[in-house]
T-cell receptor, first 115, second 115 residues
Framework: AQTVTQSQPEMSVQEAETVTLSCTYDTSESDYYLFWYKQPPSRQMILVIRQEAYKQQNATENRFSVNFQKAAKSFSLKISDSQLGDAAMYFC????????????FGTGTRLKVLA | ETGVTQSPTHLIKTRGQQVTLRCSSQSGHNTVSWYQQALGQGPQFIFQYYREEENGRGNFPPRFSGLQFPNYSSELNVNALELDDSALYLC??????????????FGAGTRLSVL
């Protein structure tokens, strides 16, 4: 069975600085998808970034980028020029490409942005 | 804003009662997944519905059941409520198909408290 691990329960970053959130996963599959979702106090999970395992190129979305290391089963999220609005819970998620397209989530990292 | 709406936003029940949670999926989506998010944890997959049929189930007992309607909206029913059922219940809609981006879009959830 697949598992997702986020080893940083909480992280802090100064406004305008860069922070990296870690995620590791375990799977025997060769093809899958990985995601980072943000959950603010409003509770709605918002997609931050998506990576397809067969693509070697790291995904980027504006200030958000990932470091995808398939062999190491690592998928970290880098947030550049951090803003107060980035403060939230961040969840790493794994999704298979066959069968039930369920997400397997990590336990989350709470990101605090300091003014 | 994802276009996925859930009702009610909050609910208080007593142990042993039954509850129904509702979800309206995003326009054009044919798949609905339900997740349970306990306090301080990542969401856990309950089940998924695709074209009105259950398409996979997580490690939840049969007292958790669901429905999907022809308009792809969905219900989650929980019978014989237990204290441990207190959680945030998230609904996510997605589209299965060749052009789908395999992204699940989440509602803001229903907070269920069992007393």
């Amino acid at each position: 069975a697949q598992t997702v691990t986020q080893s940083q329960p909480e992280m802090s970053v100064q406004e305008a600085e860069t922070v990296t959130l870690s995620c590791t996963y375990d799977t025997s599959e060769s093809d899958y998808y990985l995601f980072w979702y943000k959950q603010p106090p409003s509770r709605q999970m918002i997609l931050v970034i998506r990576q397809e395992a067969y693509k070697q190129q790291n995904a980027t979305e504006n200030r958000f980028s990932v470091n995808f290391q398939k062999a190491a089963k690592s998928f970290s999220l880098k947030i550049s020029d951090s803003q107060l609005g980035d403060a939230a819970m961040y969840f790493c998620a794994y999704r298979t490409t066959s069968g039930t397209y369920k997400y397997i989530f990590g336990t989350g990292t709470r990101l605090k942005v300091l003014a | 804003e994802t276009g996925v709406t859930q009702s009610p936003t909050h609910l208080i029940k007593t142990r042993g009662q039954q509850v129904t949670l509702r979800c309206s999926s995003q326009s054009g989506h044919n798949t609905v997944s339900w997740y349970q998010q306990a306090l301080g944890q990542g969401p856990q997959f309950i089940f998924q519905y695709y074209r009105e049929e259950e398409n996979g189930r997580g490690n939840f007992p049969p007292r958790f059941s669901g429905l999907q309607f022809p308009n792809y909206s969905s219900e989650l029913n929980v019978n014989a409520l237990e204290l441990d059922d207190s959680a945030l219940y998230l609904c996510a809609s997605s589209s299965k198909g060749a052009r789908a981006k395999n992204i699940q879009y989440f509602g803001a959830g229903t907070r269920l408290s069992v007393l």
